[in-house]
C-alpha cells in the first residue's frame, strides 16, 4: 500500500545516570519552547487490592509542595511554564512545558520532589478530599459515572484491571495513612523506576548537564519489580443490568484482546476504526444514521499494557429494545469476523491512522509522552516504526483477529437502564 505521508523520524540521544534514572533528548531548535516529562512506572494494576487509588492520590500529592519548594506551582509560573499530570493504571506522567531558555527551572522542580516530597499530615488530608470529591462527582453523581466501577469487576476476575485508576472505593483514600504513601512513594517513585525525556530548543549537552546536576545526586532507590497474577481465559458469557437516573439506556459490551505489546493488538486498533471512526464507519453508517437505533455509538480498545479490553459501547434510541440494539451490534461483529474488510476500506481507516501519527509528531509535548512511553516498552526507537505495522496489516489478520475476539463466551455485556423519572 502506498502511503499517503513520509512519516518523519523522530531523532533523539540517550543517556542513563549512575542512579538508573533513563534519559531521552529530542533536539528541535525550531521552537523556542521546551517539554520535561517524566513518566513513572508505576499505576492503579501496582496498588494493594485493599489499598487501591494510591496511584492516582500520588499524582494530587506531587504537587503539594516539596521539602524545599512549598508551593510547586509559584516559581514555573513566574518563568512561563505550565504543567501537568495524569494517572493511568499502567503509568503515572508528570509534565512541564516553558520557554526553553528557562528549563532549568523544570529540573529543579522534578528533581526536588523526586528527591523530596513533602509528606505531612496537612498535605495529604488536603489531596485526599480533592480526590475523595473527584471521585463522587466524576464517578458516582455523574449519568454513567459508575460504569468503570461496574464493568472492569466483570471483565476482570483476578488482574489489577478489576478497579479503576480513581480506585475500588471511597474508603480506600479515605483510609489513607501517611505510612502508607510515604512506603508507596518509596517503592515507585525514584531514579530506578523513571524516564526523563527532555524535548524542544535544547542541546544534548546542556540535557546532560542539568541532568547529572539536578537528578545525579538522587539515590537509586530499589528497582521495582512487577510480579501480577495473569488474568485467565474467560470461558462464558457475563452479564448484568443496572439502573439509575440518566438520560438513555446505554449498553456495553466489552471483550478480552491482547495487550499493547501481544500479537493482533495493532489489528484489533484497526478494527475500532473500522467500526467506529468518523461518519462514514461501519456502526455509525448502519445503526445511527440507516437504521436509526442508536443516537450514539462508539468501539474502542483501552490501550492497556497488559491484558486488552476492547468495547462497544451504545445508546439506543428511544423505544428500541435492548435486545434489538444488542442483536444490531453483535451482527456488525459477525461481519467483520466472516467477511473481509474491503480493501478501500482498510487503506482509508490506515490512512487515517497514519495522519493522526504525523499531526501528533508536530506536538513536542506529544512527542516527549511518546517517546517516554516506548522506552518503557523497551526501545524508544519503536515509536519510529509505528506506522509500518499498523500498515501491514492484511484484511486476513484483521479477519482472524475478530473471529479469536467477538465471541459470545468473552463477552461481559453491561446493560444500563434509564429509570423513568
Sequence with gaps: MLSVFRYYMVKFNRFILANGLRVIVHEDHTTPMAVLNILYDVGARDEDPEKTGFAHLFEHLMFGGSVNI????????????????????????????????NIETAFWLESDRMLNLAFSEKSLEVQRN?????????????????????????????????????????????????????????????????????????????????AEKWFGPIPAGEKYHRELPKEPMQTEARRETTSAKVPLNDLYIAFHMPGRLEAGYYELDLVSDILSRGNSSR???????????FSEIHAYNMGSFDSGMFVVEGKPIEGVSIET??????????????????DNELTKVKNKTESTMV???????????????????????????????????????????????FRKENSSTLVYLAESH
Design 283 to 293: 456502526l455509525y453508517r448502519n445503526l445511527v444514521k440507516d437504521k436509526q437505533l
Design 359 to 405: 499531526f501528533s509528531e508536530m506536538s513536542l509535548l506529544d512527542k516527549a509522552m511518546n517517546l517516554a512511553t516506548f522506552e518503557l516498552f523497551g526501545d524508544a526507537d519503536m515509536l519510529n516504526h509505528e506506522t509500518e505495522k499498523y500498515l501491514a496489516i492484511t484484511e486476513q489478520q484483521i479477519q482472524e483477529q475478530a473471529q479469536q475476539v
Design 70 to 101: 512549598p508551593q510547586y506551582d509559584e516559581p514555573l509560573q513566574r518563568v512561563g511554564g505550565e504543567n501537568n499530570a495524569f494517572t493511568t493504571n499502567d503509568i503515572t506522567n508528570y509534565y512541564i512545558t516553558l520557554p526553553a531558555e
Design 130 to 210: 480533592v480526590v475523595i470529591e473527584e471521585f463522587k462527582q466524576r464517578y458516582l453523581n455523574q449519568p454513567y459515572g459508575d460504569v468503570w466501577l461496574k464493568l472492569r469487576p466483570m471483565v476482570y476476575k483476578k488482574h489489577p484491571y478489576r478497579w479503576a485508576t480513581i480506585g475500588k472505593e471511597v474508603k480506600h483514600i479515605e483510609d489513607a495513612r501517611i505510612e502508607d504513601v510515604k512506603a508507596f512513594f518509596k517503592q515507585h517513585y525514584n531514579p530506578q523506576n523513571a524516564i526523563m525525556v527532555v524535548g524542544g530548543n535544547i542541546s544534548i549537552e546542556r540535557a546532560k548537564e542539568l
Design 325 to 342: 440494539a444488542e442483536a444490531a451490534i453483535w451482527e456488525e461483529l459477525e461481519k467483520i469476523k466472516t467477511e473481509p474488510v474491503p
